[in-house]
């Protein structure tokens, strides 16, 4: 998320996994912030460039289209960036500090790290980049996975890092966004499968409902 576009004293909403105009639309008209376009071939969200080309001038330029990679070649990453597709890069694999310093000081980048112990909240101190992405670990699935962590992990990460935004994520939906935020105040909050129905499509009550919850608990 760009701390630019979310307004002051409110949480800041993407709506990661985006992968038609339809839903990228959808999401425009409930009020998120952002997208997520996921670019990583193994995600069941997954969405090629050749596809999002096909329709990505169709939304308004000033909504943030964030690009989602894990382990990247960063000429693909830097490619997408320099032609306007995405606005934000955020690295959700296991990318290095030097990894992320070759892209810090042009472009917007958020750093994603799966959270399962203090291990993960000391990694994610040690990184370069000013805005972390918290998610629930589960493996090589790179998030998504619809499963909630601990936050009182990120709670330590909040106290060591007092100047670092965070974006919260991980089996965020209607029915705990309100606690996450209260306990939190993140920058802005992410979800994917939380405002998807049963076929894995994104159902408009359920963004809706979640944009709703997310902006009574920025009141």
Not at 101 to 120: P, R, Y
């Amino acid at each position: 998320m760009n701390p630019d576009l979310v307004a002051q004293n409110s949480v800041g909403v993407k709506i990661c996994g985006i992968q038609t105009l339809d839903d990228a639309l959808l999401c425009i008209e409930k009020g998120a912030d952002a997208i997520g376009l996921n670019f990583w071939s193994q995600s069941k969200r997954y969405v090629s460039r050749t596809a999002v080309e096909g329709w990505i001038e169709k939304l308004p330029s000033t909504f943030e289209r964030v690009g989602v990679f894990v382990n990247e070649d960063p000429k693909i990453v830097r490619s997408m960036l320099d032609d306007g597709l995405i606005h934000v890069a955020q690295f959700h694999g296991s990318e290095s500090n030097e990894y992320c310093n070759e892209f810090k000081d042009e472009f917007k980048i958020i750093k994603a790290f799966g959270v399962k112990s203090l291990d993960s909240v000391e990694q994610a101190s040690k990184c370069t980049i000013q805005t972390v992405l918290l998610d629930a670990y589960c493996g090589s699935d790179f998030g998504g996975s619809g499963h909630t962590f601990e936050w009182e992990f990120a709670k330590v990460f909040q106290e060591d890092n007092p100047s670092r935004p965070i974006v919260l994520a991980g089996g965020l939906n209607r029915s705990n966004v309100c606690k996450a935020i209260n306990q939190l105040s993140p920058l802005a909050v992410d979800v994917a499968s939380g405002v998807e129905n049963n076929q894995g499509y994104k159902d408009p009550d359920l963004v809706d409902q979640f944009i709703q919850s997310v902006k009574l608990s920025s009141l």
